[in-house]
């Protein structure tokens, strides 16, 4: 589409991620991927039992840290962790 005034242009893939997990709205392709589930795991963490909340955020951080790095292998291996977690605690 065309560029608003005073607008950048599309927004970031973080930016999706970020506006889509503040919404709170379902998954889609704005914020599929390893860096959407981090996301969502952070939004979820207020609601999970103590363990679990730091496992999912240790979990989250490492998929951030693997893709800044660009470490694909890392960052599914954390994904596919995280979201065996999620399931487990019901948020996914």
Known sequence: GAVVAGESGPPSASEAVAEAAAAG???G?????????????????????????????RLATAI???????????????ETELQDLLTYVGER
């Open 29 to 57: 392709p704005a914020d599929a991927g390893p860096l959407g589930l981090a996301a969502r795991a952070r939004a979820a963490a207020a609601r999970m039992h103590a363990e679990d909340r730091e496992d999912a955020l």
């Open 25 to 27: 709205g379902a998954p």
């Open 64 to 78: 951030e840290s693997a893709t800044a790095r660009n470490d694909e292998a890392a960052a599914r291996a954390a």
